[in-house]
């Protein structure tokens, strides 16, 4: 009901630069909470930034001054801009987003992860 579809990634040298969309489809009343976690090799999971329907946004302290999550409404996209990328942001970046199907209640839903590989 719900598909997310992520780009952006690739392969940056330390210091450079990326910008990360996700973009829902489908058939939904509205997107609220959307986020975006990432998840390194043996590494768990973990939430990167986040930011709500409202413009309310939070950061992980490991990416505090870097990156910055914005969203567009009216094309239902969340964006990831990351800058001053270091070796330890390598990892895949997930999106994930809470919709309120119409009827019903509200679920949630993943993208499908794009690799960001930082390194020289």
């Known amino acids: 009901q719900v598909q997310l579809v992520e780009s952006g990634g690739g392969l940056v040298q330390p210091g450079g630069s990326l910008r990360l969309s996700c973009v829902a489809s489908?058939?939904?009343?509205?997107?609220?909470?959307m986020d975006w976690y990432r998840q390194a090799p043996a590494k768990e999971r973990e939430l990167v930034a986040a930011?709500?329907?409202?413009?309310?946004?939070i950061y992980a302290d490991s990416v505090k001054g870097r990156f910055t999550i914005s969203r567009d409404n009216a094309k239902n996209t969340v964006y990831l801009q990351m800058n001053s990328l270091k070796s330890e942001d390598t990892a895949v970046y997930y999106c994930?987003?809470?919709?309120?199907?119409?009827?019903?209640?509200?679920?949630?839903?993943w993208g499908q992860g794009t690799q960001v590989t930082v390194s020289s």
């Open positions: 994930k987003a809470v919709a309120t199907l119409t009827g019903r209640g509200d679920y949630y839903y």
């Open positions: 930011v709500t329907s409202g413009g309310s946004t």
């Open positions: 489908g058939r939904f009343f509205s997107i609220n909470d």
